[in-house]
């Protein structure tokens, strides 16, 4: 089992609707259940901190967390949270079909996955779960599956779904949270085989020291996936915020995961308390580039391949360090459109009044990319915080304002405008009272893809709400 060492944990509740009964799986063995109590090889120990060799630290750990990491299957409480359809809020453009409630108190971003003849969501738990998982096989008459807790719990937002032959896996990043109470949770990333998803197996535990990683990085806040031709898991980019650098791992073989390059922002800079503050976000894979949003070090698209291939920056950075950077912006996320000619870019952190969240980029020329415009939209104080193009449209989940749908409209490459052409409120009244963090309630992330309404294929949208649970719509066009 695997070993680690981090900082504090918060209370969870997760729910397992008719399924067996609770069970304790941990082991780096595919397919093997190991009962509670029983005794595990660990792997190496793991220090984090500011040493040395660890380059820039954004994210110090002081607390230290050893022992295992158990996942357990839970029986349904919704004791702890009030969860309610925010369906009947004001939309157009999309048919709402149905809700599902998690009865997990903070949904975090989401994905989808297939096996056999069925089609499930899952999303991530937050500080309360581990993950919950849905059978949507049917759109509008969607199945509980289950929920899954850590044991000890620990900090779940995101997760990659990915396959490898017949087998179905979930990629979990795991971050600790300290209250100075000198407690510890764990962190890193845990794969996850959820092939039979009424009986998830926890297949390994990731953290740097754990695969042999020159920096001791463990506290992971986002990770993507990338496949090979033949769809299978190849890669993964792992957002370390104890070393704010991304890491990328060979995960071809889950029993000798290698780490085979690392990037960091080649222009460091850092606020106003010395911290730095260009780190590592997020990434997007699309087509042969990577997109690594870099906080305030703005947006750097790599090429794949080459980073993939364990090349120097110089050698897979196709656009100049500080060339997708608007002033004061934090680059949170960003993707490109479906011909790879331009990039939205946007910034969840800034609430200043007329300044807009999301830019859009021209990367015709990637050596030389220029910002063409600036999102005009309603602002609130519930920010923009995922995106995903589908077709010619930008999806993007906005928190306490739902679902907003854009399309871009590029007459030529000297003019660009984009049109607000669909939203799905999930909240009653506009967030536009004082800052504080219930604005990031809401819609935390979507997914969009097509499905079989009844006799129709529509194109679906599996929308995870971060205190309500999840959302299926269709998109019923402009």
Same mark, same amino acid.
């Given at each position: ?191 996850? %085989?959820? &092939?039979? +998803?009424?009986?998830? $197996?926890? #297949?390994?535990?990731?953290? =740097?020291?754990? *695969?042999?990683? /020159? ?66 976000? %997020?990434? &997007?894979? +699309?087509?042969?580039? $990577?997109? #690594?949003?870099?906080?305030? =070090?703005?947006? *750097?698209?790599? /090429? ?87 077709? /010619? ?86």
């Amino acid at each position: 089992m695997a070993q680690f060492w981090t900082s504090a944990c918060q209370q969870h509740i997760v729910l397992n609707r008719g399924k067996p009964t609770p069970i304790d799986i941990a082991d780096h063995s595919p397919g093997r259940h190991t009962p509670a109590g029983e005794p595990f090889n660990s792997e190496p120990t793991l220090t984090i901190g500011n040493t040395p060799d660890a380059g820039p630290v954004h994210y110090a750990v002081d607390y230290t967390y050893v022992g295992s990491l158990d996942l357990t299957a839970t029986k349904p409480s919704l004791s702890k949270c009030e969860q309610f359809s925010p369906l009947s809020f004001q939309g157009n453009g999309f048919r709402p079909l149905t809700y599902v409630p998690t009865g997990t108190c903070m949904n975090g971003e989401v994905d989808l996955y297939e096996t056999n003849d069925s089609s499930y969501v899952v999303q991530a738990g937050g500080t309360f779960a581990a993950f919950a998982l849905t059978d949507i096989t049917d759109p509008t008459n969607p199945s509980f599956v289950g929920g899954w807790k850590w044991n000890p719990p620990t900090n779940t937002i995101d997760l990659r779904s990915f396959r490898q032959g017949t087998r179905r896996l979930l990629a979990l990043a795991m971050e600790s949270t300290n209250y100075g109470n000198g407690t510890a949770s764990p962190c890193g990333i845990a794969i996850v %085989d959820v &092939t039979d +998803a009424n009986i998830p $197996i926890l #297949v390994r535990n990731l953290h =740097g020291t754990a *695969i042999g990683s /020159d920096a001791s990085w463990c506290n992971v806040h986002t990770i993507q996936v990338a496949s090979d031709n033949n769809g299978n898991g190849q890669f993964m980019l792992v957002a370390s915020k104890d070393t704010s650098d991304l890491h990328v791992l060979d995960i071809s073989n889950l029993e000798n995961i290698r780490e085979v390059n690392t990037f960091s922002h080649p222009h460091p800079s850092f606020d106003q308390h010395g911290r730095l503050n260009s780190f590592v976000q %997020d990434t &997007t894979v +699309a087509g042969k580039r $990577i997109y #690594v949003s870099f906080w305030a =070090g703005g947006v *750097i698209v790599v /090429d794949k391949q080459k980073l993939f291939a364990g090349a120097q920056p110089e050698a897979f950075m196709l656009t100049p360090p500080d060339g997708i950077s608007p002033a004061h912006f934090k680059a949170s996320h960003s993707f490109p459109t479906a011909d790879g000619n331009y990039l939205f870019v946007q910034d969840f952190a800034n609430f200043i009044p007329g300044y807009s969240q999301i830019r859009l980029f021209d990367i015709h020329v990637l050596a030389q990319p220029r910002e063409v415009y600036e999102f005009e939209y309603e602002q609130t104080l519930s920010p923009p915080h995922l995106m995903t193009v589908y077709e /010619d449209l930008l999806f993007v989940s906005w928190y306490l304002d739902g679902i907003r749908v854009f399309k871009l409209n590029v007459g030529d490459m000297k003019h660009a405008s984009v049109d607000l052409v669909a939203f799905q409120r999930v909240r009653e009244e506009n967030a536009t009272s004082s800052f504080t963090i219930d604005h990031f309630g809401g819609i935390v992330d979507l997914v969009v893809s097509p499905c079989r309404v009844r006799t129709q294929t529509k194109t679906c949208i599996y929308a995870s709400d971060m205190t309500h649970g999840l959302l299926i719509l269709t998109f019923e066009g402009i």
